[in-house]
């Protein structure tokens, strides 16, 4: 699986954006998908993550009722809509694809073994 993401940018603060993950392959329905971000000088973290039929979904606290991640297999893309957005939610925000089933925790990036590029979203004050 290969992965796109797209859609990051330049946001003021309680504005929104949604970032976008493009997966080749047709296996792409048969993955978990989740997404991190990594903001400059820290390790990267856990965002959310959607299991592969779209049946389950789960987030870091600090973003729990602000952003939404979804899924469409048919065009084989993971979206992350996000609302309400702070400074500190600026970083490189990465989609990664794991198998499902898999047992280890949604959060971990051990679980995923394949990663997109990144795409910049930046939220002024």
């Known amino acids: 699986v290969q992965l796109q993401a797209s859609g990051g940018g330049l946001v003021q603060a309680g504005g929104s954006l949604r970032v976008s993950c493009e997966a080749s392959?047709?296996?792409?329905?048969?993955?978990?998908m989740g997404w991190f971000r990594q903001a400059p000088g820290k390790e990267r973290e856990f965002v959310a993550a959607?299991?592969?039929?779209?049946?389950?979904?789960y987030y870091a606290e600090s973003v729990k009722g602000r952003f939404t991640i979804s899924r469409d297999n048919a065009k084989n893309m993971v979206y992350l809509q996000m609302n309400s957005l702070k400074p500190e939610d600026t970083a490189v925000y990465y989609c990664?694809?794991?198998?499902?089933?898999?047992?280890?925790?949604?959060?971990?990036?051990?679980?995923?073994?394949?990663w997109g590029q990144g795409t910049l979203v930046t939220v002024s004050s």
């Open positions: 990664a694809a794991g198998p499902r089933y898999s047992g280890t925790y949604y959060a971990s990036p051990e679980r995923y073994n394949y």
């Open positions: 392959g047709r296996t792409f329905s048969t993955y978990d």
């Open positions: 959607i299991t592969w039929n779209g049946g389950t979904t």
